[in-house]
């Protein structure tokens, strides 16, 4: 998975555009802003909700 890729959060049921990929302690995390415009409480991101993922979260919608 890289930037700009369309994925599924599987867990949230929502589908988003990863816009930052990076490493803290060893592990890959992906940001993903969700597609659908409205803000979420307790997420980041105002109006485009942002979600902190790790690979087994996610996955690509072709």
């Not at 890959?28 to 909700?49: C, F, M, Q, R």
């Amino acid at each position: 998975m890289k930037l700009n890729d369309t994925v599924w959060i599987k867990e949230k049921n929502v589908a988003g555009v990863i816009v930052d990929v990076s490493y803290r302690c060893g592990t890959k995390y992906y940001i993903v802003e969700s597609i659908v415009k409205g803000a979420l409480p307790g997420h980041d991101g105002g109006e485009w909700p942002l979600f902190d993922c790790v690979g087994e979260d996610i996955e690509v919608i072709v």
